[in-house]
Nanobody
Framework: QVQLVESGGGLVQAGGSLRLSCAASGLTFNTYTMGWFRQAPGKERDFVALRSWNGGNTMYADYADSVKGRFTISRDNAKNTVYLQMNSLKPEDTAVYYC?????????????????WGQGSQVTVSS
């Protein structure tokens, strides 16, 4: 049974930092593209970042324009964990953040492409 478990959310002031973690189990982690999405109240679930590895020498990362330069996605294949380091947080970053897994290599920005989802972690940025 595949499980994705997020942790690390919370309340932070604008300009602060948080690091989200997503621990995966029940899957061959290094064959999956791992993504982060977020959903604010009353809005759709939006792409934030992804990191994909082709099993060889190529690691691909992609970011939404709204987080580029502030957020960094990384993965530790030995620990089956993906991270989202969030710096210079803004009130508009407030949302529930979800990690997701897609069995393939590539740049998958659409939420419908992903096979598995975590339960979500609340991030609240106060002004």
């Amino acid at each position: 049974q595949v499980q994705l478990v997020e942790s690390g959310g919370g309340l932070v002031q604008a300009g602060g930092s948080l690091r989200l973690s997503c621990a995966a189990s029940g899957l061959t982690f290094n064959t999956y593209t791992m993504g982060w999405f977020r959903q604010a109240p009353g809005k759709e679930r939006d792409f934030v970042a992804l990191r994909s590895w082709n099993g060889g020498n190529t690691m691909y990362a992609d970011y939404a324009d709204s987080v580029k330069g502030r957020f960094t996605i990384s993965r530790d294949n030995a620990k089956n964990t993906v991270y989202l380091q969030m710096n210079s947080l803004k009130p508009e970053d407030t949302a529930v953040y979800y990690c997701a897994a897609k069995l393939a290599y590539g740049g998958f920005r659409g939420s419908n492409a992903y096979d598995y989802w975590g339960q979500g972690s609340q991030v609240t940025v106060s002004s």
